[in-house]
């Protein structure tokens, strides 16, 4: 009875079932979380979502950007943008029951030792706080009507919560921190555009990770920086190893810490693609 972590599978389902078998994956026995975007700009998005739905009492996930775009696409808030792979989701006879499964998923996953979230904790919030933000936007994509609360999703502002003084700033922050977050500036606040290379980054840009005023928490699992690549320390984990451009996907035994490792079997989209 192990578990697992995987990285951004972004629709590769064919890396997907060549590491659930490299890693002996055993649905119902094993449990397994998805550390987010699940679907977009791979070739089988509609594929992957219909196989973690199936197994949903062994599958996991967390919301990433690229979920939550999809889902405020199905609500008629955005529409799919060059690059993107959701059109399948969309046009399926069971899109409709995937995207309402997909949108009951949370923000982040707190398991005790570990919290798994797509692409960090802002360095800014408590583990208390991060759940209380994180549960209220939960709350919001729960409701029966939930399809305004993505209205308002899109856009770089506030970029520190203490400028989230309504409720539509608090969600955004608390998406952006959660499934857009790379960089902080030296007061904290996210800076959201540039997406590189760490060692390139522009001057007064500071990884969340590395943050000297990040509060104290369990290791972190998390993807989303496929220019990082695989980072492994005492406090987090990062495993978006940029499948859909050629790279790898990455799965991590959360007992032990051994890495696994599939090559993509092509790339999908070159780097720097919209």
């Excluded at 996991?60 to 950007?65: A, E, K």
Aim: some cysteine.
């Amino acid at each position: 009875m192990a578990r697992y972590a995987i990285g951004d599978i972004q629709g590769c389902a064919d890396e997907l079932d060549d590491l659930l078998a490299l890693i002996g994956f055993r649905a119902g026995s094993d449990t397994l979380y998805l550390v987010g975007d699940l679907v977009n700009r791979g070739p089988s998005s509609l594929e992957v979502l219909r196989w973690a739905h199936a197994h949903q009492d062994s599958v996991f996930p967390v919301l990433g950007n690229h979920d939550l775009h999809l889902l405020a696409c199905f609500a008629g808030h955005a529409s799919p943008r060059g690059g993107d792979t959701l059109d399948a989701v969309l046009a399926a006879a069971d899109g409709a029951e995937l995207c309402d499964w997909l949108r009951r998923q949370p923000l982040m996953r707190s398991l005790g030792d570990i919290v798994v979230v797509h692409a960090g904790i802002w360095p800014g919030w408590t583990l208390d706080q991060l759940a209380d933000a994180c549960g209220e936007v939960q709350a919001a994509l729960a409701r029966s009507a939930w399809q305004p609360a993505l209205a308002d999703m899109y856009g770089n502002k506030p970029s520190h919560w203490l400028g989230a003084t309504s409720e539509a700033d608090r969600w955004r922050f608390t998406i952006n921190a959660c499934t857009r977050m790379r960089f902080v500036d030296d007061a904290g606040a996210l800076q959201l555009k540039y997406k590189g290379e760490l060692e390139q980054a522009p001057p007064g840009l500071v990884p969340w990770f590395d943050f000297g005023r990040r509060c104290a928490t369990p290791r972190v699992v998390c993807g989303h920086w496929s220019a990082l690549g695989l980072l492994v320390r005492p406090d987090i984990w990062a495993i978006d190893t940029g499948c859909i451009w050629g790279g790898q996907l990455t799965a991590v035994c959360l007992d032990d810490g051994e890495i696994a490792q599939v090559t993509a079997r092509r790339a999908y989209q070159a780097v720097g693609e919209a």
